[in-house]
């Protein structure tokens, strides 16, 4: 009965462009997404963590690394484990659709049975959401285990991962149909709580970035020289997006 902390890698430029990002490689945090994984750090310093695991792409290595920075050297909460990776908890293959815009995406055909019926979507070239559920929830399972055989049922331990891959793992915490796990937000830099119990698994918390209620429902400002996103305002965020109200 390990107790699991989700965290998605802080904003990066391709997140306030509006770009799938996927697994391009090269697409590290921005300013802003420096500042909120700096906040988490210091948010989680005195948390002490029986694992880190985190996706082997850039964005969330610097992520995960903002938890070691601002632990201090010494103290009872001091230690953090060797950060590990995990492939299994990599973004989506969005395959074709990688490094594209979402405002055109979303002119595709593929884009409604992505917000309406995700469990039917393969990427072109890419990977089915089903698969992607599939390998991120059997990963989070297999180190949970492992942690709690280890350190114990109260031990906390963590993953940084990627938008749509906590939002898989969250609608399997949850008992939802995946063509229902659009209805869950994963902003940048944020914490879901899952424990794991022999029973079932209990969602904590989601989505928490410590941020006041006003804030999170301010809309987002408009964006100078950028076309409108094609997007309809109850459509998900396809790759976890910027975050906040749109």
């Not at 306030?16 to 948010?43: C, H, K, M, P």
């Not at 395959?95 to 595709?108: F, I, P």
């Not at 424990?195 to 410590?210: C, I, L, Q």
């Amino acid at each position: 009965m390990a107790i699991l902390l989700l965290i998605r890698h802080g904003r990066t430029k391709a997140n306030i462009s509006g770009v799938l990002a996927g697994r391009t490689t090269g697409v590290g945090l921005d300013e802003v997404g420096v500042r909120q994984v700096a906040d988490l750090g210091t948010r989680l310093a005195g948390v002490p963590l029986a694992a880190v695991i985190a996706s082997p792409l850039q964005r969330t290595v610097e992520t995960a690394r903002a938890l070691y920075d601002a632990t201090p050297a010494t103290g009872e909460a001091a230690s953090r484990p060797p950060l590990r990776k995990d492939i299994r908890l990599a973004e989506v293959k969005y395959g074709e659709w990688e490094g594209k815009h979402l405002s055109k995406l979303a002119k595709e055909p593929l884009w409604r049975t992505v917000q309406q019926y995700p469990s039917q979507v393969t990427f072109p070239g890419g990977e089915s959401l089903r698969s992607v559920q599939a390998r991120s929830v059997e990963a989070v399972r297999e180190h949970d285990a492992a942690v709690r055989a280890e350190h114990g049922d109260d031990a906390v331990w963590a993953v940084v991962s990627h938008g749509d891959v906590i939002k898989a793992i969250l609608a399997d915490a949850l008992g939802c149909h995946l063509d229902l796990f659009q209805r869950i937000g994963v902003d940048p830099a944020s914490v879901s709580v899952v424990r794991y119990t022999s029973e079932r698994p209990f969602v904590v918390r989601m989505n928490d970035s410590s941020i006041s209620l006003g804030e999170a429902l301010k809309p987002a400002p408009p964006r100078k020289g950028r076309k409108r996103a094609a997007t309809k305002r109850s459509d998900a965020a396809v790759g976890g997006g910027a975050g906040g109200i749109r």
